[in-house]
Nanobody
């Protein structure tokens, strides 16, 4: 089993920054790709970022490319999402996930609210 706990969400003004953290458990944390999705009220869950097991490859949709950066520290079993130049449309609950073969394990989510 993989357990994930997100933190770092909050309220920020447009143009500001936040860094989300996702602390994982398990001896094989460093073996898994990980990433972030987000879900705004009334919308489907949306892919935000992913990183491979070593941190050598990262993936972003166009909506956040150039503003968000995903990274990981396998020694600390933590994945980060640095979010800069935030926009009101980034407001959502952000969920961390761990990709274990074909299964995604999810955290409980952390709320990010960007005011205009």
């Amino acid at each position: 089993q993989v357990q994930l706990v997100e933190s770092g969400g909050g309220l920020v003004q447009a143009g500001g920054s936040l860094r989300l953290s996702c602390a994982g458990s398990g001896r094989t944390f460093s073996s898994y790709a990980m990433g972030w999705f987000r879900q705004a009220p009334g919308k489907e869950r949306e892919f935000v970022a992913a990183i491979n097991w070593s941190g050598g490859s990262t993936y972003y949709p166009d909506s956040v490319k150039g503003r968000f950066t995903i990274s990981r520290d396998n020694a600390k079993k933590t994945v980060y999402l640095q979010m800069n130049s935030l926009k009101p449309e980034d407001t959502a609950v952000y969920y961390c996930y761990s990709q274990v073969i074909l299964t995604k394990f999810w955290g409980q989510g952390t709320q990010v609210t960007v005011s205009s």
